[in-house]
């Protein structure tokens, strides 16, 4: 498939080194940079730019926070007017708008790209939102119809700068929600001695349910590699996004009691051994006498009750 339209990307992971197979698939001609020079098709970034032709259009695919905000820096020197920066990945909204001021300012475009789909994006295309001028989106369109999976849906450009990072920040803190109530789930149904083989019950939700989604795809999934996820810890990080959507829900006095709640459950999992349960504990025994478990003993040494998915109290097959 002949394609005029060209992109850099710099960084080339996981997601990013797909979304180049993906948009080499469709015809386009990709030229990546990566610190990996295995992997990378150019040395430098210098050598990315000089590579492509104006007006260049460069994605950026490395972490949030320092490292995209180095990375769009240094294209601000080496770009000229007329191109236009792309960041593809989990930047705070309001960075999006620091960093098209000042590439503004030397008359390089910004767009903000929210990306979900993870590993599966090469097969399945990628949900994008997307936010910035008409003009600048305009400039990077073919890559995202590229990116996107088939049909009529996966693409939206939210609003200006900013969009489109803040709607995939709405829609990580929503990711967050499901898949605690997935796991709490999960946790009562091997708690309970009625319930006799868990793995078979969630993949019955799959079909015919009205809670079944790709998450519980891929809760069953877990469940097949793992029946009891015995290799799972009871530990799970945030990337930020959960965070600052309750954040923003502060900012617009917007209630998220669920979001919320499934943040903290995070913030608990990370604990060996909870100091506000270890206070708890202490006063129900100060004013009932309620026994005391001695610290070696108690569940959460052992990663129990942890309210997410491989913290159960018992697991059953």
């Given at each position: ?10 960084g080339l992971g996981r997601m990013g080194g797909n979304m ?93 790209a929210g990306v979900s789909g993870g590993v599966w994006g ?196």
């Amino acid at each position: 498939m002949a394609s005029n339209f060209e992109i850099g990307i710099i960084g080339l992971g996981r997601m990013g080194g797909n979304m180049r197979t993906r948009l080499r698939d469709a015809g386009h001609t990709v030229v990546g940079y990566d610190r990996n020079q295995d992997v990378s098709d150019s040395a430098s970034l210098e050598d990315l730019v000089a590579k492509l032709t104006a007006p260049r259009k460069v994605w950026v695919m490395v972490p949030a926070g320092e490292p995209t905000r180095a990375t769009i820096e240094r294209l601000g020197e080496l770009l000229e007017p007329g191109d236009v920066v792309v960041d593809g990945g989990n930047s705070k909204y309001t960075d999006d708008q620091v960093h098209a001021e000042k590439l503004g300012a030397k008359g390089i475009g910004f767009v903000d790209a929210g990306v979900s789909g993870g590993v599966w994006g090469l097969k399945n295309g990628y949900a994008l939102m997307v936010g910035g001028d008409p003009e600048h989106v305009a400039m990077v369109k073919p890559a995202f119809d590229a990116l996107k999976p088939p049909g009529e849906f996966g693409y939206v450009h939210a609003g200006a700068v900013g969009a489109g990072h803040f709607a995939k920040m709405v829609h990580n803190g929503i990711e967050y929600g499901m898949m605690q109530a997935y796991a709490e789930g999960y946790e009562l149904l091997a708690a309970a001695a009625v319930t006799t083989d868990v793995p078979a019950i969630i993949k019955s939700w799959r079909e015919g349910t009205v809670i079944r989604s790709w998450l519980l795809d891929l809760m069953d999934a877990a469940l097949s590699a793992d029946p009891k996820l015995d290799k799972v810890r009871g530990w799970a990080e945030d990337s930020g996004e959960g965070r600052w959507t309750i954040e923003a829900a502060i900012d617009h006095a917007v209630p998220m009691p669920v979001i919320t709640a499934s943040l903290f459950a995070r913030f608990a999992s990370r604990q060996d051994d909870s100091p506000t349960m270890k206070v708890v504990a202490s006063l129900r025994n100060q004013f009932g006498g309620h026994a005391i478990l001695p610290e070696t003993a108690a569940g959460s040494q052992t990663g129990e009750g942890s309210g997410v998915i491989g913290g159960a109290t018992e697991h059953r097959g």
